[in-house]
């Protein structure tokens, strides 16, 4: 019988097919710099009222309820209280992990969720902010108009219970786990195959089928796979 991607083979499959398409990918995004382009209309809609695939901006977030105007998206995570969530915004930047543990040391928060509004970035910290979300035993999720991209839905499966609003936009994209310079491409892939190792075994510690990983590894970094409600509850990502 054929395997399907979600059997283990199906899934390392679609990760080794990945590699050199993926290598490739990460030389043409630093030759291209990390500017340019426009946010496209309806990029922040409900999957609903919009296609599932769309252009990645991580410095922009949705504007306030009501004005189709968008905001920056804040360079790193800011944490603070908001009534008995965690409010957790920003592009996840390098050494996040370790400023959100210093940080709930500090505030010791009496909180029983995180509420996220990220679209994304380094994708070590999200595993490691995710463990120590699991680890504290809060829920985690996505408020109406705010997003969780890219990185974030790793840090997002570290809740103990999560739910996305209905306006709420999740998304998920082939991840860059390497250092931000041209490298050769098997060296780039070896980044690649430890990275996506590291993600697969915290999605199986956290309970969330693997077949997510399908939904990232098919969609290229420049751009966004928004999951529908269904995607989101058959993967296991919310409960």
């Given at each position: 019988m054929k395997a399907g991607l979600s059997s283990p083979l199906g899934m390392m499959k679609a990760v080794l097919v990945s590699q050199l398409v993926i290598g490739a990918a990460l030389v043409a995004i630093d030759l291209r710099g990390a500017g340019g382009g426009t946010a496209a209309p309806g990029l922040f809609a409900p999957p609903a009222q919009g296609p599932s695939v769309r252009p990645y901006r991580p410095d922009l977030r949705p504007g306030e309820p009501g004005t189709p105007?968008?905001?920056?998206?804040?360079?790193?995570?800011?944490?603070?209280?908001?009534?008995?969530?965690?409010?957790?915004?920003?592009?996840?930047?390098?050494?996040?992990?370790?400023?959100?543990?210093?940080?709930?040391?500090?505030?010791?928060?009496?909180?029983?969720?995180v509420a996220l509004d990220s679209s994304g970035g380094s994708v070590s910290d999200a595993l490691a902010i995710g463990r120590t979300i699991r680890a504290a035993g809060y829920a985690t999720s996505?408020?109406?108009?705010?997003?969780?991209?890219?990185?974030?839905?790793?840090?997002?499966?570290?809740?103990?219970?999560?739910?996305?609003?209905?306006?709420?936009?999740?998304?998920?994209?082939?991840?860059?786990?390497?250092?931000?310079?041209?490298?050769?491409?098997?060296?780039?892939?070896?980044?690649?195959?430890?990275?996506?190792?590291?993600?697969?075994?915290?999605?199986?510690?956290?309970?969330?089928?693997?077949r997510l990983m399908g939904q990232a590894l098919r969609t290229p970094p420049e751009e966004i796979n928004i999951l529908t409600p269904e995607q989101m509850t058959d993967f296991r990502l919310t409960t």
């Open positions: 105007a968008m905001r920056p998206m804040p360079e790193r995570l800011a944490f603070e209280m908001e009534g008995e969530a965690i409010s957790v915004t920003g592009q996840i930047a390098p050494g996040d992990a370790d400023r959100f543990a210093q940080w709930l040391d500090q505030h010791r928060p009496a909180a029983t969720s996505v408020a109406e108009g705010s997003v969780c991209m890219s990185a974030c839905p790793y840090l997002f499966a570290g809740g103990t219970d999560r739910t996305v609003a209905e306006s709420g936009v999740m998304g998920v994209h082939q991840s860059y786990y390497g250092q931000n310079t041209i490298l050769p491409a098997f060296m780039a892939v070896k980044d690649v195959q430890r990275g996506q190792a590291a993600v697969m075994d915290y999605l199986t510690e956290m309970g969330v089928d693997l």
